[in-house]
């Protein structure tokens, strides 16, 4: 089992939705949670940054992470073409370790 | 404005050749890291680096090195390019106050034949 787990999709829905994506992760050490966007051939780009458990919210974009479960979300609300993009979930425990990412769900919203 | 600049942006190359992708960043980031992109397999680390002289292996590091001689940069080798070795390298830095925001390049695209 790989230490996190993200379906890669595809997943397409109409402008507007709600977009929930997700990863699972086995490693209980992890205290840092961040979603990365990566457009079509660019590099990613930090959208989200959580420590530990809880909700945070920024415009559009909610980032969830439940310990317990080991589990995070990202919501996305009324989503917009603009958000079509590979989204990569990534995490760390403390210290200056590297991130682990998910291998990244690609989203499309559809006009 | 800092930046992560990688070069070539694309090469092509054949099979036994040694290759050097380039990575030059001006944030003055204590921490690089190079990975490798592919369907199916996401981002994987190669190779990263904490400071000057310092380099460790990452997920998949077997056929590449490293090097860190200054801190703006961070040269990935690849010893004798395989055809397994065709991929999408970026490269990123962070500082090592706030690891968890990793700055990537725009990437290189490398083909082996």
């Known amino acids: 089992q790989k230490e996190v787990e993200q379906d890669p999709g595809p997943l397409s829905v109409p402008e507007g939705a709600i977009v929930s994506l997700n990863c699972t992760y086995s490693?209980?050490?992890?205290?840092?949670f961040m979603w990365y966007r990566q457009y079509s051939r660019k590099g990613p780009e930090l959208l989200m940054y959580t420590y530990s458990s809880g909700n945070k919210e920024d415009g559009r974009f909610t980032a969830q992470v439940d310990k317990s479960s080991k589990y995070i979300s990202l919501f996305i609300r009324d989503s917009q073409p603009s958000d079509s993009a590979t989204y990569l979930c990534?995490?760390?425990?403390?210290?200056?370790?590297?991130?682990?990412f998910g291998k990244g769900t690609r989203l499309s919203v559809i006009a | 404005d800092a930046e992560i600049t990688q070069s070539p942006r694309h090469k092509i190359t054949e099979t036994g050749r040694q290759v050097t992708l380039a990575c030059h960043q001006t944030w003055n980031h204590n921490n690089m890291f190079w990975y490798r992109q592919d369907l199916g397999h996401g981002l994987r680390l190669i190779h990263y680096?904490?400071?000057?002289?310092?380099?460790n292996k990452g997920e998949v590091s077997d056929g590449y090195s490293v090097s860190r001689s200054n801190t703006e940069d961070l040269p990935l080798t690849l010893e004798s390019a395989a055809s397994s070795q065709t991929s999408v390298y970026f490269c990123?830095?962070?500082?090592?106050?706030?690891?968890?925001?990793?700055?990537f390049g725009p990437g290189t695209r490398l083909t082996v034949t």
């Open positions: 990534a995490m760390r425990n403390q210290g200056n370790t590297p991130l682990v």
């Open positions: 680096s904490y400071g000057v002289q310092d380099t």
């Open positions: 990123a830095s962070s500082a090592s106050t706030s690891s968890y925001e990793q700055y």
């Open positions: 490693n209980s050490a992890f205290q840092y």
